[in-house]
């Protein structure tokens, strides 16, 4: 597994945009949202990993909130996970125009999220 992304639930959106656009130089690839009250967006810099910002999250979590890693196999990732007592808390499903994803927790508090991109 590679590291894809990660996830920082943030309280204004737009305000923590602008420290990522301007002062990091980094750019706003896609924002959008998936249910009304949740918005996010995402950021990209030198290199593939992206920083995804989420405003809205119902449980009022703020600072890093989870990270994204790329797998090749879905089922092939799951069944090994499983083999190690893994339980998923979502998923596996595909996200709308998007890749598969699924997600467990991590023993710290930070979701786990696994990506796995559709050719």
Request: hydrophobic share 40%; no cysteine.
């Amino acid at each position: 597994m590679k590291v894809k992304n990660a996830v920082v639930a943030v309280e204004d959106l737009d305000e923590s945009a602008s420290f990522y656009t301007d002062i990091l130089g980094m750019d706003e690839t896609r924002r959008f949202s998936p249910r009304p009250g949740l918005t996010i967006a995402f950021f990209q810099g030198e290199g593939e990993a992206t920083i995804e910002l989420i405003e809205g999250e119902e449980d009022g979590k703020k600072g890093l909130y989870m990270v994204g890693m790329e797998v090749v196999d879905m089922d092939a990732e799951l069944e090994v996970l499983k083999s190690k007592g893994v339980v998923l808390t979502r998923g596996p499903f595909g996200a709308p125009g998007g890749p598969r994803i699924a997600f467990l927790d991590g023993p710290d508090g930070v979701e786990i999220e696994l990506i796995e991109h559709i050719k």
